[in-house]
C-alpha cells in the first residue's frame, strides 16, 4: 500500500460523498434560491464563480419581486379606480400575466 492506494481510496470517498450529495433541481424560483447557495463551496467553486451565482440567483429573486409588485401596483390602481368591475376583457394583457405569475 503506497501513495497512490491513498489517493485512490481519498477519490472513492470523495465520489461517494458526491454521489450522497445529489439533489433534485428546484422546480421553481424560491426553492432553487434556498438549494443553491448550501450547494456552493468558495473554496472547490472559486470566488468569482460563487459571488456570480450568488448575485445571479438574489438577482432574479429581485427581478421577480419587481415584476410581481408591478402587477400588484397595477391591480391597485385599477381597484381604486374602479375599472376591474367586470370581466370585459379590456386588460387581457394584465389579466393573463397576473394568471401565469402568480
Known amino acids: 500500500a503506497g501513495p497512490c492506494s491513498s489517493s485512490a481510496q481519498k477519490s472513492q470517498t470523495l465520489s461517494a460523498r458526491l454521489a450522497a450529495m445529489e439533489l433534485e433541481v ?3 424560483l424560491y426553492g ?4 443553491e447557495p448550501t450547494m456552493l463551496d468558495r473554496k ?4 468569482a464563480m460563487f459571488l456570480v451565482e450568488l448575485g445571479r440567483i438574489y438577482g432574479m429573486l429581485a427581478a421577480n419581486y419587481f ?3 408591478l402587477f400588484m401596483t397595477q391591480l ?7 375599472k376591474v368591475a ?3 376583457g379590456e386588460f387581457l394583457a394584465l ?8
Open 76 to 82: 391597485w390602481k385599477m381597484v381604486r379606480e374602479s
Open 32 to 35: 432553487l434560491a434556498i438549494v
Open 86 to 88: 367586470d370581466c370585459s
Open 26 to 28: 428546484p422546480a421553481d
Open 95 to 102: 389579466e393573463l400575466g397576473c394568471v401565469f405569475i402568480f
Open 44 to 47: 472547490l467553486d472559486g470566488t
Open 67 to 69: 415584476v410581481v409588485l
